[in-house]
């Protein structure tokens, strides 16, 4: 990468220092004009990525996988409209509470564990007509997500304990419940996809396409392991291509905020 494109990508993406984009940008050049060359170098890369994959750990793979996903997401970023990367999750619903312009808005948030994020919903969000659903087994997750986060982590235990007469709770697993449940009216859905695994955010977001409406907003918890969250939000995007548009994102892409239009 010439210094010239790097400091381009820095600027785009609101990132100082050039000479890291540079030599991130060298390593991942090397790979792929190796794989690009014809014939036997070509070869050659395989055999070497294969020597290479036997040596690596399960650990370091992962994070393999999951820097790619960092590049794929940056990839779509620039080509959908670079976005204000903000701290955490809760600036993230800050600037999603602002283009709350409903008068029945209606929150649903897949995946509660002990309530965090609905009880901040429902503490920020003060419109005597929004209802707040969670939905959830409330006994943890259904598969295995990450070597340390197997099957039952976020196991609450019960149901949260949230003094808000406008949140309720839908108890059981999505493709169990979804089916059978309809929406109480609204005249803006906001949804949050926070169940960490694949099938269950691609049950959800399945359940969802017939919802969608102008100003539907979606926000994804955990874009940061590839083969989970961030699959099902790329199938779903390929679903809506030009309907959906970021809007923000919290701690460089891990966090992602979109507008259905
Ligand atoms: C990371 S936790 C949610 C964190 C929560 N939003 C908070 O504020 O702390 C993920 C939750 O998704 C739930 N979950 C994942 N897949 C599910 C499924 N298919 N059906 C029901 N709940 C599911 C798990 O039980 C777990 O409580």
Redesign the pocket.
Known sequence: MTPWLAKRCCKRSNFVDAGYVTQLSDVIGVVTDMYSTRFHLSQQARRGMLALGACLSERRLAWLRNGLGSLEQGHWLARHGWVPNVKDRFAVFTAALDLVKGHRPLYL?F???????IRWWSNNLNCDQARFVG????????EDWRHDARRGS?N?GQIPLIDDPRVSFVRG???EILPDWTPPDHDQLIVSV????YT?SR?VLDWLDPHLSPGTLVYFDDLFERDHEPRAMTEWLQRHRHRVHPLVMGRWGHHLLLEYR
């Open positions: 948030e995946g509660v564990y002990k309530g965090r994020t939905f959830d087994t409330f006994t943890g997750l259904p976020f609450a697993l999505f493709h926070d169940c960490d695994l269950s049950e």
